[in-house]
């Protein structure tokens, strides 16, 4: 098991204790106030919860597993689904306890208890689900997202990869025996490096899906699923999908009309610059902004009119100076430090380490200006994906 599915299923747990325990706590409390306080009778009122708070606590784990917490009305569905089945089945094994036939007039005294003994337990976990669980699932989470760790998604190209979409520079032949080495390469240099690699799900026919990341943008233990603004590469986001569920991370996404691509998205600190170009929408950054505001983000946005995505025209240095191209860059003043590259293809940096970047071999200016900063610089060759406006940034996902 992943150090990220273990925080999960400890979150998973540790919330469903606390439902089940709130969900057990005011019904009996409420039972125990309908019997004047009268102590005598909380053995019985015990007896008659006990059950329902176990098999709650058990539904409740294993829908957090499920994805329950993922978002916040899934949790509140989620949250009533746990409450109602926990207490028809907690009833149920009551009665088997107690010797009670099936009948149908204990079938209908379970469906009495609903509005009757069992309505404050129900309605107890109904709420404490989604509320007290919520809070408690994602702090946990948030805990685990400290630990330090070097996760980078990858995908293998498809076969169609000379389809793909081109739309600043004249297309070029592609060599796909060729392209199919270069990525090979970039995988072993992340692996080199102390990446672990995760390989997305390959789509042997979806031509861009190599520049995988566009599909999402991971920030700690969250990640956002894009909406691309190219409609042939929506079905790309599915398999992302799945490999970021099986690493354990919360999920976000970008929802209709909001369109925004990965490659628009640059973080430098906790300052988020999103590209507004061909690819990424107002309404996309709207959503993110959104999203990324309660975990302590700014989001800046940045007009893109020269190169197709953000990151196509800048990335950032570890120490968070902006580098980039100035003839596709709309406007430097933005940037808090910025400092011209002399060739296009040298404006993509992946950040290894605190002391390390990778870059592409095709800009070798560039790479002797980073160097003179201090920096080690792990070239790669990867001109088959430039002549698809493809960068070192567009072929994984980073997740720290």
Not at 117 to 139: Q, S
Not at 184 to 196: E, I, K, M, N, T
Not at 292 to 310: M, N
Not at 311 to 331: C, M, N, Q, R, S
Request: charged content about 15%.
């Amino acid at each position: 098991m992943t150090s990220s599915w273990a925080r999960r299923l400890v979150a998973s747990l540790v919330s469903a204790v606390a439902v089940a325990a709130i969900g057990l706590v005011a019904a009996t409390f409420v039972l125990l106030a309908a019997n004047q306080l009268n102590a005598g009778a909380l053995g019985s009122i015990t007896q008659y919860v006990v059950w329902n708070a176990l098999v709650a606590f058990v539904l409740a784990a294993v829908a957090t597993l499920l994805g329950g917490m993922e978002r916040r009305w899934i949790a509140v569905v989620a949250g009533i689904l746990v409450a109602l089945v926990s207490t028809a089945i907690g009833t149920i094994v009551l009665f088997s306890t107690l010797n009670v036939t099936l009948s149908g007039a204990a079938w209908g005294q379970i469906a009495q208890s609903f509005i009757g003994l069992n309505l404050p337990f129900w309605l107890a976990v109904a709420v404490a689900y989604p509320t007290a669980g919520f809070a408690v699932f994602n702090a946990l989470e948030a805990q685990g997202g400290a630990t330090a760790r070097k996760i980078a998604l990858v995908r293998i190209p498809a076969a169609n990869l000379a389809d793909g979409l081109v739309t600043h520079i004249e297309r070029e032949a592609v060599d796909n025996e060729l392209a199919d080495k270069q990525w090979d390469d970039y995988v072993a240099a992340l692996s080199a490096a102390g990446w672990q690699t995760v390989e997305v799900a390959s789509a042997d026919q979806l031509a861009d899906s190599v520049f995988v990341e566009d599909t999402a943008i991971a920030f700690g233990d969250i990640a956002v699923i894009s909406r691309p603004g190219a409609d042939s590469r929506r079905a790309e986001t599915v398999g992302t999908e799945a490999a970021l569920r099986a690493q354990g991370l919360r999920l976000e996404r970008i929802e209709e009309p909001g369109t925004l691509d990965g490659g628009d998205v640059l973080k430098v600190g906790d300052t988020v610059y999103v590209g507004r170009g061909g690819r990424t929408n107002a309404e996309g950054i709207r959503q993110l902004r959104a999203l990324l505001a309660p975990l302590g983000y700014t989001v800046v946005a940045v007009p893109v009119t020269k190169a197709l995505h953000l990151k196509t025209a800048v990335t950032a240095l570890p120490d968070g100076t902006v580098i980039g191209y100035e003839p596709i860059v709309d406007e430097p003043r933005i940037f808090e430090r910025f400092l011209p590259v002399p060739e296009a293809h040298g404006t993509a940096v992946v950040v290894l380490d605190d002391e390390t970047v990778l870059m592409s071999s095709s800009a070798p200016g560039s790479v002797a200006l980073v160097e003179d900063l201090g920096y080690t610089v792990v070239q790669v060759d990867i001109s088959e994906f430039e002549k698809l406006e493809g960068c070192v940034t567009c072929l994984s996902i980073r997740i720290r």
